[in-house]
Each structure stands twice: as structure tokens, then as C-alpha cells.
């Protein structure tokens, strides 16, 4: 019985394993809280994994200057569409810039915490701006959804590191929305 116990906990790890490693590779939809829901008239163009580092920086409280905390600077990563090649890159702005020289650059308006309490807050992004010809030329939504990492140190941050960055790996699932053709 004891040997039983220890196959059907150690099948039932196998199973949460593979089905963590679906999701972490797949870019499968997962419905997305409904604050996070794109405008209607809107269509999914693009999927992407992105896996790089959120960047922060130890900055005085402009309220307080005697106290210090860890800001976000800019992120910094790699994005890949679902057969894992590469598709671009992800940088400030927030920016995203495919390979093909388009861009979109995105503003927040809406977030919640993610499922997972030490990875950042999924986000909805209304696309303020766009360049180029290519894939990103026609985002008008950017949905950020399934984080992994990326939250701010918890300590660190004082007046003796003032001005220095901090950086925390994260990956995320990037749902680029452009208007029913």
C-alpha cells in the first residue's frame, strides 16, 4: 500500500509537471480575467513568449528622500511565437519591435495580480502608438497574462544603493490584438 501511495503521488507530480511544461512552452489561450478583456471588434494577430528580466532601479522616495525602494526601469527580453523562434524584442516604453522593424508601443489600462503571488501583474495595454509595415503595425491591444517572476527585490534598496539596478528574470505570455479585419 505504501509503495501505491508513492506512485500515485509521484504519477500525480508527473502529470502537474507535463501539464506545467504545456503551458510554460505553449502559447494555448487561457481566458483572461475579465478586467483584462481587449475591446470588442478585436481579433488575436499574435502570440508570444517572452522570457528575459524585468530591470529596477533603487530610487528615494520623491514624498520621503530618507526612504528608498526599487523601481521599475525598463523590461529586457526575447520574444518567440510558438514554434520558439525568434520574433523580436520587448524594451522600454514599454516597446515590443519584431524582427521585420515594426513596433508597437504600449500604455497600461488595466492590471491585476497574477495567479502566481511572486510574479508581476498581468496587464491590458491600449497600443499608443505603432510603426513600421510588419507584424506589430496594426496591435491595437497588448494583453500581458501567465507571468513567471519578475517582482522587485524585497530588500536591497537603501541609500547606499542608490542609483543601482536589480535584475529579476520573468516570462510572460504576450497576446498582441489588432482590429477585425
Known amino acids: 500500500m505504501k509503495e501505491r501511495g508513492i506512485f500515485s503521488a509521484a504519477y500525480g507530480l508527473l502529470i502537474a509537471a507535463m501539464a506545467g511544461q504545456a ?21 488575436l494577430a499574435i502570440s508570444a513568449r517572452a522570457a528575459g528580466a524585468q530591470i529596477y532601479e533603487c530610487t528615494a ?27 523580436g524584442k520587448h524594451y522600454a516604453g514599454p516597446t515590443w519591435e519584431a524582427a521585420d522593424g515594426s513596433k508597437v508601443v504600449g500604455e497600461v489600462v488595466a492590471k491585476t ?27 491595437a491591444s497588448i494583453q500581458r497574462l501567465r507571468t513567471v517572476g519578475g517582482k522587485p527585490p524585497a530588500d536591497g534598496c537603501d ?9 529579476v528574470s520573468y516570462s510572460a505570455q504576450y497576446l498582441f490584438y489588432a482590429a477585425q479585419p
Open 23 to 43: 503551458g510554460a512552452g505553449g502559447h494555448e489561450m487561457r481566458a483572461a480575467p475579465e478586467e483584462l478583456k481587449v475591446p470588442s471588434g478585436q481579433v
Open 159 to 167: 541609500k547606499d544603493r542608490s542609483g543601482k539596478e536589480a535584475r
Open 61 to 87: 522616495d520623491k514624498d520621503d528622500p530618507t526612504r528608498f525602494s526599487w523601481a521599475l526601469k525598463a523590461p529586457e527580453a526575447t520574444l518567440r511565437d510558438k514554434s520558439g523562434k525568434p520574433l
Open 113 to 139: 495580480d497574477a495567479p502566481d503571488p511572486g510574479a508581476i501583474p498581468w496587464l491590458l495595454l491600449r497600443a499608443k502608438s505603432t510603426s513600421g509595415t510588419g507584424i506589430f503595425s496594426t496591435v
